[in-house]
């Protein structure tokens, strides 16, 4: 993905959450060079990868497969026990119109997808098989939607509105994006900790990062980029 690009889905998520009147925390709009004056205050940032994340899942078509994130909150796997530590994750996530994020799921992360605005969020899951990691096309799976179950059949189409969300356990594939002529979707993520490195697994090899050709400087800095402490 060129820079020059990802400068442009920034200012459009800033410019749509602006909108929606959803605030980011003061150093979502940092500059390159006010991170390089970043000490130990902000080493939580730096170490759980909060902030922007835009991909394309190794495409090179983000309009029809990729995702911009912004996380919030998160913790670590490796963390040990302590009251201020947090064991949990908040994730914003900007879903255009037939958008896809590819089919994946979690060895441990358990999350609820929210549809927080905007257009009509559609998802597909799927069992997994636990010792194959195999996608089951032929197992019903039972959901929770805001808390009243459901079973639906594997790949159905489940439809949230802005305000539903559905929650979606470990080994459950699953696979979003917006609906046709809806808008964007400002959906957001409460999760346990998440682990992008060791905890992600796609049905098909993909990378999570993109490669970034630099063709301008950044206008803010990815969640993977950030520079060590000025001590």
């Known amino acids: 993905m060129k820079r020059s690009f990802i ?6 998520a800033i ?4 909108a929606h009147d959803f605030h ?3 150093w979502a709009t940092w500059s390159p060079d006010r991170w390089k004056s970043a000490g130990q205050e902000a080493e939580e940032i730096r170490l759980r990868k909060l902030g922007w994340d835009v991909t394309d899942f190794g495409s090179g078509d983000y309009e029809n497969t990729g995702l911009v994130l912004f996380t919030i909150r998160n913790g670590r796997m490796t ?14 996530l900007l879903i255009g119109e037939n958008q896809v994020t590819p089919t994946h799921f979690h060895f441990s992360k358990m999350e609820d997808i929210i549809n927080r605005a905007g ?4 998802l597909e899951l799927w069992n997994a098989d636990r010792e194959t990691e195999r996608l089951d096309e032929t197992t019903d799976l039972d959901v929770s939607i805001d808390g009243m179950r459901r079973t639906v059949s594997p790949g159905e189409p489940i439809t949230l509105s802005p305000g539903e969300s559905i929650t979606l356990p470990p080994y459950v594939y699953h696979r979003f994006h917006g609906e046709p002529a809806g808008g964007t979707v400002l959906g957001g993520e409460v999760s346990r900790v998440n682990d992008d490195a060791r905890d992600n697994r796609f049905l098909h090899d993909l990378p999570r990062f993109p490669d970034i050709e630099e063709d301008v ?4 800095l990815l969640c993977t980029e950030y520079p060590p402490a000025n001590s």
Request: charged share 30%.
């Open 15 to 18: 410019s749509f959450l602006d």
């Open 7 to 12: 400068n442009a889905k920034l200012r459009e």
């Open 24 to 26: 980011l925390p003061a």
């Open 119 to 122: 257009g009509r969020l559609v």
């Open 79 to 92: 963390d040990p026990p302590d009251p201020f530590v947090k064991n949990y994750c908040e994730k914003l």
């Open 217 to 220: 400087p950044p206008l803010h």
